[in-house]
């Protein structure tokens, strides 16, 4: 997105610093992800992205969890909608559900529903299944299941499609393309297929 030339600024909500510039960029740094200074005249954000999540492990707590997988998450689109986004995409995970019987996918789950009653005008949330691709720390439990899912690959379309481990990198560039386009949907649910079909009409 920095080298789109329609694109005038991206702002950067992160709780660390960045480790690359660039002149577009502006990055607001804080540990709780909160926004404390706004210009007037600072351009108007109208497209956002929130990709913000952790793991039980990484938390080490379920209430730790459920800080940053729903609180934050929550917190974020709600400063992003008062700073002028009318557009929003949002990473969940495949099985989301409020009703789930994981703490995780429920944390997710209430999440999309209280996006969905902050009434952007589109919201796109991705779905993806295993995620590949960098992180500062690797899960090792994912790594294991990617291996396996690996050989099994060959047995897996239809429903079992949307298992098949994707980049992360080609969930972000699914929910650029979704996000950017004229689509009337309120709001959209893209799984693991979805975003492989995006990313072959579009590249």
């Given at each position: ?42 351009v108007q954000p109208k497209y956002g992205f ?49 009703r789930s019987f994981s703490h995780y996918l ?98």
């Amino acid at each position: 997105m920095l080298e789109a030339e329609p694109i005038e600024k991206i702002y950067a909500l992160s709780r660390k610093p960045l480790p690359f510039f660039h002149s577009k960029l502006v990055t607001i740094q804080h540990p709780e992800l909160q926004v404390h200074e706004w210009e007037s005249d600072d351009v108007q954000p109208k497209y956002g992205f929130i990709c913000l999540g952790t793991t039980l492990k990484q938390a080490g707590s379920k209430p730790a969890l459920e800080h940053v997988d729903y609180e934050l998450v929550c917190q974020v689109a709600q400063e992003m909608k008062l700073l002028g986004v009318t557009h929003l995409a949002v990473v969940s995970s495949l099985g989301a559900s409020t009703r789930s019987f994981s703490h995780y996918l429920r944390c997710k789950g209430r999440m999309e529903l209280a996006l969905e009653r902050l009434n952007f005008e589109r919201l796109v949330i991705a779905h993806p299944g295993p995620l590949k691709g960098l992180r500062e720390s690797p899960r090792k439990d994912e790594a294991v299941l990617q291996a396996v899912l690996r050989v099994v690959k060959p047995v897996m379309f239809g429903p079992l499609a949307n298992f098949v481990p994707i980049d992360a990198e080609d969930v972000a560039k699914a929910m650029q393309y979704s996000l950017f386009s004229h689509a009337t949907k309120k709001v959209e649910i893209l799984d693991t297929v979805s975003m492989k079909a995006l990313l072959n009409k579009y590249q």
